[in-house]
């Protein structure tokens, strides 16, 4: 018996018992999409009670990786479980090299109480927001204290992977001034928490007053009694500002604690994005593996190809012949 | 009557005449997700014949729009009818800001034979690459010499979007060496034309020679006779190596058009794409529209909220009761 092969039952055991290896094996099994972890993902599910997800972003070179680097650092002093799921969305035959060389290298890597995982498309088309979302169902059954998704910038693919987070931090630094004043709106749609980091280097303190300035502009209640989101400096590389920026998880945490309609409603939002998702997985998967809807798919996609039929007019019938 | 409601057969004949207002309002509803321009998409699509797609893209700061902007003046001197579609796939609240701008200002403004528009996301969860798709049909039923569609990065939203080309440009500058040394594989993948631009700034021989490197390492054949990347040296702001880039672009047509089957061949993988993005799209518009399945999307989602089931199964629930 190979160990893919081992019992759901067993497997399941495992990962509620906290074994790193079966749990590492596990998600590397659900980055390849291997459809045969389904039960296990289920079960583990079926189980786990919700665990608060921390959200992290930020574009290239912002410092996402030494400010999570210090968070380890200052959550294992607390003696707190620290599990990382550093994500990269970019292109799917990049194979990750992006984000997951530089969290593999941390002082970390020794830590029986810290596990650091990546992941990446891995030339697979779509399902990475799904397949952060089943690693995240793994790593909540191990029960961590502490759960950190990473993942680069702020566009689509990046607002899918922070979709599984509760409280989202936005790392920028002085540099990205234009960038930031650009993509304000959509920053602060995401935003739980705003990090401007290198802020001993020029502009430090304006791109600081934009951020503020943008969150006061824009009214932004989050919440019930509006979470104003808050604006941190920081220097990660010399340790400066990482209390700030764990006082401000706790503080947003405390926040959707008190405020649990909020909560639910957010998650409620959240988990609807995500069946969507899955939907539109199956269905891919379903055209890709099963012959009669193969042929379907085939005489559709003929008609485009001829101009027969147009793209839209061809979707309706697939869907209407779906099942 | 108001102008959205012109009968489908006069906004059909006006954007075949090439009536550029019509066309622009056209793709102002588009972009809008207006499902009422449907019918007049579909008959401009059943009506129209394929015109050749050039998509362009890079890293912002790269000098794409420049470069574009200087192909313009090239095809202009040529007498050609140009048409160019500046998509922006970031984050659904910026607006389109970061290209539209930008793009919108070049010199050919009042040249009436020079159509730039621009398009976002605009708050719109998903579907631009469907717009961008019916965007194309809408400017290729007006009979434009070339069509050109630029957007910014290559991430998976921008390979949607490359999606609808034929030749694809992908830009680079020497600035960008650790991006392209990571993503090496992900830019050989969608890249028929690769460009360093700003080639009069430092390591632009080094980073011509690495993704020469990388192209023949790869032994990248993109056709059955074995289409080399060609690797362009371009200062675009000064004019220099425009002609090569039109060259390039000519060559790689030549070679589609003496190549039917593989052109046939990708252009077949390109719809299969289209068609699974249009398939998820009704999926979504129906959970929204439709009250009976709406509300049977409800019962998924409260059962995954209590964990009375799992993400994978809620979806498999609803596709087969999606009819």
Redesign the interface.
Known sequence: MTRSERPVAEVTAAVTAGDLRTAARLISRIEARDEAV?PI??SL??Q?TDRRVIGITGP?GAGKSTIVDQLIALWRKRNERVAVLAVD???????G??LGDRVRMTRHNTDPNVFIRSMS?RGQ??GLS?AT?DAL?VLSAMGFDRILVETV?????E?DILNHADTVIVVQTPANGD?VQ?????????ADVFVVNKADTPGADRMVALLRESVEFSGRSHGPDDWIIPVLKTQASAEIGIAEIDSAIQTHTRYLDSHPDYD?AR??KR??T???E???????S??DGDARQASV?EE??NA??A?RC???????H???S??
Chains 1, 2 share one sequence.
């Open positions: 389904g993902v289920r599910y079926a786990g290239p969305p970019s292109s799917p035959t990049s194979g090299a992006i498309a088309l779509g799904s979302g169902i910038g702020t566009g689509q693919n607002i960038a650009a993509m304000k709106s959509g920053l602060l749609e995401i639910a998650r409620r988990v609807r995500l069946l969507m899955r939907l539109a997985e199956l269905l891919r379903r055209y798919f559709q996609l485009v190809l101009r147009d793209p839209h007019t061809a979707a309706r697939l869907l209407d779906a099942r």
